[in-house]
């Protein structure tokens, strides 16, 4: 098999980090290949031989930070085990904590992470390549989400499970969203890692509540006590 020489692959790596910083800055329609190889400084014909296309070079930007993103899951215990039983309920809770915090200081650092940036970039403005990013690499999360909340409340519909998984992701995203906003609002110097955490055990314990109602077991205990009077 073949394999990339040093050079080659110090030049592949200048142009996934050239283009990282320029579709970060601008988004994919925003940025050109030239001006990805002028960033870092190689020549246009070098970033055509690695990446062929600039939708190449940007999924091969996205999947390097998704790799990123899921090692840190994985370090950090925030990844429900796969081909194992689910744990109970305590550590489920306890799991849906984590992997909210990890998401979160993922997403607004500091510094916000590129990766967090870089989606946002793709849902102001679409590319092409937004169908093989949905499936590469949003599925995947969205998946394990829902493995976690399945597992809690075994009671919830699919299409239900869905909707919760949507209601928590969108929760982290609004401070990611709103993070200029945030800083004018209550302090750039306020939004400590204190801060933060405080935030993510309430997007957790917030969840698991609307969840818990969603469920059913408090309003079936309300029933049986109407029915005892």
Not at 179 to 190: C, K, N, T
Request: charged residues 25%; glycine residues 6%.
């Amino acid at each position: 098999m073949f394999e990339m020489g040093s050079a080659a692959l110090e030049t592949k790596r200048r142009v996934v980090d050239a283009a990282s910083a320029l579709f970060a800055e601008r988004g994919f329609h925003g940025s050109t290949v030239r001006d990805i190889a002028q960033r870092a400084k190689v020549n246009l014909a070098a970033g055509h031989y690695h990446f062929g296309s600039k939708e190449t070079l940007y999924l091969e930007v996205l999947r390097a930070q998704f790799a990123d993103i899921m090692a840190e899951l994985e370090q950090r215990g925030a990844r429900l085990a796969r081909g194992r039983r689910p744990p109970g309920r305590a550590a489920l809770r306890a799991l849906l904590h984590t992997r909210v915090a990890a998401i979160l200081e993922l997403l607004v650092g500091p510094p916000p992470s590129l990766h967090g940036t870089l989606m946002m970039r793709e849902m102001c403005d679409p590319s092409a390549a937004l169908p093989d990013i949905v499936e590469q690499f949003i599925q995947p999360h969205k998946r394990e989400l829902e493995a976690i909340v399945a597992a809690l409340f075994p009671r919830l519909p699919r299409a239900t499970v869905e909707r919760c998984v949507f209601s928590i992701v969108g929760q982290v995203f609004f401070y990611r969203h709103m993070l200029p906003a945030l800083q004018l609002m209550i302090g750039e110097d306020q939004l400590t890692r204190a801060w933060w955490r405080i935030t993510a055990e309430h997007i957790a314990e917030f969840s698991l509540g609307g969840m818990q109602r969603l469920a059913g077991p408090g309003r079936t205990r309300r029933r049986r006590a109407r029915t005892r009077r």
